[in-house]
């Protein structure tokens, strides 16, 4: 009977045999799968790590077999708050808690019997690791693409840190639902705007989900359009706006500048000063999601100042709006308010004029695209071309031209937190930002330290830490005291795998751009807009700077989907509705559990965990193996098989090789549940063939032995039990996916006529293997009889097998 012991026995014998070692000798055909590395938050593994990783490794296990040289690492992304968090709660140290858990999880993993090179493991927080996340600091820093910016930051007031916009959900706080504020700090942060056009471009070249390239596109969110200059009337001030719409110039009647705009102090009248200031300090407190919302009431204030229109010379009122955020285009916009709802309706509100220019729709605001009236020279044009022809004129005139933004802002990588990779930088007197010289990395992270949150850097608590010399004058300094964000260390921990041990730098050219880059990436879609375009970027850079030679981190990416609780609900202690692994494991067996996971799912929806379905691929397993010990028993018969086929054998030898098409063909998609239906149906005809009177022993075992090598990928430890008790050689991994042969898919066919009233009116092709309803079916839709029956009355329909079929109307 299967069980855990099974499991450990071949656990066992996987690891003294190295049955997994990724052979380096063959790179040709290597095959790198990557499931997104494990956070030891949380103490366990859960079901969502198993959904994760076990199927992916089915996936693993049947390329493999068809000849890749596979290979598959594991480690852990192990900095980050949640250790913090919990340290601050329960006073257990970030570092002892986090290598706790790894310990545990490392355990529950190779419980999993997955295909891991555990030899090629990465944990984050050890100094062989991080030294070389510094490394890369360091290179973003010396390419220009690190850089220090006073910038007013999303605060939350309870987790008293610094949060990215990604962090920030609905202006609250991701992580404990707190209202989001704005802070003024200096930060770090990585230029990944230098790299908005080519990581569009590029989504071209990748196999991911649709949905993911979509939000990609969307978080990048490229915008063509024209920046206009209005000057200020009676100053020397002039200042630009973005517009997408320049086809709308003419409909111009005021002006909007963001709040936090240098632009206001300049250009305020005296006698609208206090109104503007008090607009501004209001205006801080927002947060730029909640400016963007469409619901919110528009407002702002009058500045006393007038702007020129370029294109007719009007003057138009210059006035403050929060809904224009500072950080987008010029933090400016031309406010058209026929033609676009949000000028609309401040228009409205502030009695502004509103005047058409774009011809269409009966009311306004009309945002579509039209005609241009109203407009000068321009009258009769499309929008197309007025966009094109207002630019051009723009651009003779030397106050304006075409421009594309991007809404992709720069990577903000400080966190004022302990538990992370120190920043290799230090601040001296005289010399101002010195970067950590290469040789001296590690900056070591300190294990005593005060981290309970008071706003300010853990770090800079730490005196040892914090006082150092200057490199280069070797006077005082004082280190940097904010770590890196988590995101950096996940942006090339899959560089890392592939030289985990390299202890003289962070990779090796010449391994990684045999290995890389990863054939097939699995994980959460949440990390859509951080971790993977973090990646991408990283990736790109470090091929700027001639440490790799490949654009793409990932060539093809699958998210799996979420396993909800009994209850529909999302697991959580509170619920009470968790699963977990480890008794799963001990009760049933891990492919057992696998191959429900599998097969009760799809995989890339998830849904409720049902114990009913658990227990009923349980004894598909048992069925499996009392279908195996049958089989053993007739195949000792050492009577003769028969040669030729009859019905019966033709039919096993149909299901065996459709079997072996299906399985092959749904895995390669991640189709997982279609594809243990189908091991289901091989199954069944297995053991309705062993029914029969005579049986052709040879079909027999070789159907036998194909079954177990296409179960192999799905319950591997189970699977490597019955091969080697049929008395086949270990391992069953060693052995080739078997082929389909098409000719055993084609059904016999026979000719038939089809006659109505006794002529004949049809001749068509059926297979052999129809029944009496099937070929009635056929013949009355046939679409040569169909419209000769039509209006009559159907009295009878006689179907004479392999001949004819008589139907009878009246
Ligand atoms: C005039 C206009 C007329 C506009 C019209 C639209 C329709 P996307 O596509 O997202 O790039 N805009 C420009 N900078 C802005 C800022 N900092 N804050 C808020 N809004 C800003 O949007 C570009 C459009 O958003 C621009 O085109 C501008 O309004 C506004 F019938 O200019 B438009
Ligand atoms: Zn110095």
Not at 390 to 415: A, P
Not at 535 to 560: C, N, V, W, Y
């Amino acid at each position: 009977m299967y069980s855990v012991e099974i499991d450990k026995k071949w656990q066992k014998k996987w690891e003294e045999t190295n049955l997994y070692k990724f052979d380096e000798k063959h790179m040709e055909n290597k095959l790198y799968v990557l499931e997104m590395f494990s956070y030891p938050s949380g103490s366990k593994l859960h079901a969502g790590h198993w959904f994760n990783y076990a199927p992916v490794d089915s996936w693993a296990r049947l390329k493999r077999m068809q000849g890749y040289n596979v290979f598959q690492p594991m480690g852990f992304d192990a900095f980050g708050l949640p250790a913090e968090n919990y340290a601050i709660k329960t006073g257990i140290h970030p570092k002892d808690s986090t290598e706790k858990n790894i310990d545990t999880m490392e355990k529950q993993l190779k419980s999993m019997g997955a295909m891991f090179n555990w030899d090629n493991e990465v944990i984050t927080c050890h100094p062989d690791y991080y030294r070389w996340n510094q490394w890369l600091f360091l290179q973003l820093y010396k390419h220009g693409l690190a850089y220090r910016k006073n910038a007013p930051v999303n605060w939350c007031p309870s987790c008293k840190t610094v949060l990215a916009n990604e962090q920030v959900k609905e202006g609250c706080c991701e992580r404990c639902g707190t209202e989001v504020t704005k802070k003024d700090l200096t930060q770090w942060f990585f230029k990944i705007t230098d790299y908005a056009e080519e990581l569009l471009q590029d989504l071209d070249k990748i196999d991911w989900p649709s949905k993911t390239k979509a939000m990609q596109r969307h978080w990048i969110g490229k915008s063509t359009g024209t920046n206009v200059t209005f000057k200020v009337v009676d100053s020397t001030v002039e200042f630009s706006v973005f517009t997408t719409r320049v086809d709308t110039l003419f409909g111009v009647t005021y002006v909007v500048i963001s709040p936090e705009n240098n632009l206001v102090d300049e250009i305020t009248q005296n006698a609208y000063k206090g109104e503007v200031e008090r607009y501004k300090e209001q205006a801080k407190k927002q947060t730029d999601i909640e400016r963007q919302s469409i619901t919110r009431e528009k407002t702002g204030v009058f500045t006393g100042s007038y702007a020129v229109n370029p294109i007719n010379g009007r003057k138009v009122p210059i006035w403050v709006g929060d809904y224009v955020l500072n950080t987008y285009g010029t933090g400016a916009v031309m406010a058209v308010p026929a033609h676009d709802e949000r000028d609309f309706e401040f228009a409205t509100k502030y009695n502004l004029p509103i005047e058409r220019v774009i011809e269409g729709g009966d009311s306004l605001p009309y945002v579509e695209y039209g005609k241009m009236i109203n407009s000068g020279k321009f009258n009769g044009l499309s929008t197309a071309e007025g966009k094109k022809n207002v630019t051009e004129e723009l651009e003779k005139m030397g106050l304006g031209s075409g421009k594309v933004n991007y809404r992709l802002r720069d990577w903000l990588i400080s966190r004022q937190r302990y538990w992370g990779t120190p920043i290799p930088v230090v601040y001296c007197d005289k010399c101002g930002v010195v970067p950590v010289p290469e040789d001296e990395l590690p900056v070591r992270l300190p294990y005593n330290v005060e981290f309970s949150p008071d706003g300010k850097s853990p770090l800079l608590k730490s005196e040892e830490f914090i006082n150092t010399t200057c490199p280069h004058c070797g006077g005082p300094a004082r280190r940097e005291a904010d770590t890196l964000d988590t995101f950096v260390c996940s942006s090339w921990y899959y560089l890392r795998y592939v030289d985990n041990k390299d202890s003289s730098q962070a990779f090796s050219k010449d391994k990684i751009d045999k290995m890389l880059p990863v054939d097939m990436y699995v994980g959460g879609p949440e990390h859509a807009c951080m971790h993977l375009l973090y990646a991408r970027f990283i990736t790109k850079a470090l091929r700027d700077m001639g440490f790799l030679d490949f654009d793409e981190p990932f060539l093809s990416l699958r998210h799996q989907g979420i396993i909800l609780g009994p209850d529909g609900q999302k697991m959580s202690k509170s619920k009470g509705n968790t699963i977990s692994p480890d008794s799963c494991i001990q009760q049933y067996g891990s492919d057992v559990f696998r191959m429900y996971l599998m097969f009760g799912f799809d995989y890339a929806e998830g849904g409720a965990w049902s114990e009913d379905g658990i227990k009923s691929m349980d004894r598909f397993v048992d069925r499996i193996e009392r279908l195996v010990n049958s089989t053993k028993e007739i195949l000792k018969n050492t009577e003769a098989g028969r040669t030729s086929m009859d019905s019966a054998e033709k039919e096993l030898n149909y299901v065996r090789n459709f079997s072996i098409k299906s399985v092959s063909e749904d895995t390669g998609k991640f189709q997982f549940n279609t594809a243990i239906a189908r091991i289901m149906e091989f199954t069944n005809a297995l053991s309705k063939y062993l029914q029969e009177d005579k049986k052709n022993l040879s079909l027999l075992k070789d159907s036998i032995l194909d079954f177990i090598k296409i179960l192999a990928p799905f319950a591997p430890h189970f699977s490597e039990e019955q091969w080697q008790s049929l008395g086949m050689d270990y391992s069953i991994f060693n052995e080739k996916w078997p082929e389909f042969n098409p000719d055993a898919l084609v059904k016999e066919e026979v000719e038939i006529a089809i006659q109505i009233n006794g002529k004949i009116r049809a001749k068509i092709n059926i297979p052999t293997d129809l029944n009496e309803e099937e070929i009635k079916e056929l013949s009355l839709s046939n679409e040569n009889i169909k419209p000769l029956l039509e209006g009559k009355d159907l009295k009878k329909v006689i179907v004479v097998k392999g001949r004819l079929v008589n139907i009878v109307a009246k």
